[in-house]
T-cell receptor
Framework: QQPVQSPQAVILREGEDAVINCSSS?????VHWYRQKHGEAPVFLMI?????EQKGHDKISASFNEKKQQSSLYLTASQLSYSGTYFC????????FGQGTRLTINP | NAGVTQTPKFRILKIGQSMTLQCAQD?????MYWYRQDPGMGLKLIYY???????DKGEVPNGYNVSRSTTEDFPLRLELAAPSQTSVYFC????????????FGSGTQLSVL
């Protein structure tokens, strides 16, 4: 069963913050986050492993609560380049993805 | 650096035709995946492989077949194409399965008319 993401879509002004959530009914051994621009392949953002480690990449960070099987992606002071669809992925052996969260950043 | 290479980039098929989508990686990755993405939707796992000679079904395997005779190549076969298989197909590879990041190919846009 695929992870569930929320919200499905977010519209922000440049400089605002956003949080994208990902939850799973099955055990997550890791959580992947990718961003996809229209017409392009998904691009890797970060991967979180068991242990509750929070990772960061520039102004994008994420957390992983393995007990709750939830992950959140935090985008701080959003930039126009952050626009796109964000996918979380997880699983035991096979990697399945959530339905995606479309993020639109307006000037 | 080639990474993951998919061919063709675009293809139009008639209903009932068959074809093979090619995927090759030059990173010596054991794990390879095929996903499909319908317009405005997420990525659905079709098949995956953990090494040469080993494949397994994903979420939506019906209507597809795969083989993995070498570490480098992971072709996806469509038999008796149907309009429901119109989609963008992405191949991806990883050195460590769910514990390592996926490298994606640029995708194949397939239309079945």
């Amino acid at each position: 069963q695929q992870p569930v993401q929320s919200p499905q879509a977010v519209i922000l002004r440049e400089g605002e913050d956003a949080v994208i959530n990902c939850s799973s009914s099955k055990a997550l051994y890791s959580v992947h986050w990718y961003r996809q621009k229209h017409g392009e392949a998904p691009v890797f953002l970060m991967i979180l492993l068991k242990g509750g480690e929070q990772k960061g990449h520039d102004k994008i960070s994420a957390s992983f609560n393995e007990k709750k099987q939830q992950s959140s992606l935090y985008l701080t002071a959003s930039q126009l380049s952050y626009s796109g669809t964000y996918f979380c992925g997880g699983g035991a052996q096979k990697l399945v993805f959530g339905q995606g969260t479309r993020l639109t950043i307006n000037p | 650096n080639a990474g993951v290479t998919q061919t063709p980039k675009f293809r139009i098929l008639k209903i009932g035709q068959s074809m093979t989508l090619q995927c090759a990686q030059d990173m010596n990755h054991n794990y390879m995946y095929w996903y499909r993405q319908d317009p405005g939707m997420g990525l659905k796992l079709i098949y995956y492989s953990v090494g040469a000679g080993i494949t397994d079904k994903g979420e939506v395997p019906n209507g597809y077949n795969v083989s993995r005779s070498t570490t480098e190549d992971f072709p996806l076969r469509l038999e008796l194409a149907a309009p429901s298989q119109t989609s963008v197909y992405f191949c991806a590879s990883s050195s460590g399965g769910i514990l390592e990041k996926l490298f994606f190919g640029s995708g194949t846009q397939l239309s079945v008319l």
